[in-house]
């Protein structure tokens, strides 16, 4: 009798493995949704509040461009950030930028005089050669 009961036991417990074996799955695929959500995302960081940044006095001085700087940028007095960007306009529209190394400017009679005589120079050696020719 005992392995009679074992073998009407057996078929009523087949029926009751599916349903449990649904919902494994069902963790998986929730197991698998929950690491996208619980992903910590970096908290920005608290903004100043007040006043905008002010620019600095020194860069806001209108500067006299020399004789030579005059031919590209114009001869009346501007500070030195709107000389640097009238500077990249002509650089820009005469395509005076090399093509390889996109750093460097290859200078045209104009700007060849500004350099001191170079035929190219970076963009980083170019601000200090600028600078010789404000006043």
Do not use: C
């Not at 960081?45 to 020194?58: F, Q």
């Not at 709107?82 to 045209?108: F, H, M, P």
């Amino acid at each position: 009798m005992a392995t009679a009961k074992k073998a009407a036991k057996k078929p009523a417990k087949k029926p009751a493995k599916k349903p449990a074996a649904k919902k494994p799955a069902a963790k998986k695929a929730a197991k698998k949704a929950a690491p996208k959500k619980a992903a910590p995302k970096k908290k920005a960081a608290p903004k100043k509040s007040g006043a905008k940044r002010k620019p600095n006095a020194a860069f806001m001085k209108a500067m006299t461009p020399s004789a030579v700087l005059a031919a590209v940028v114009g001869s009346m007095p501007i500070p030195r950030t709107e000389v640097t960007k009238k500077l990249w306009a002509y650089i820009k529209r005469n395509g005076l930028q090399d093509s390889k190394n996109r750093r460097n400017i290859n200078a045209d009679d104009k700007l060849k005089e500004v350099f001191g005589g170079k035929k190219q120079v970076s963009m980083f050696e170019m601000t200090k050669l600028v600078s010789n020719h404000l006043k």
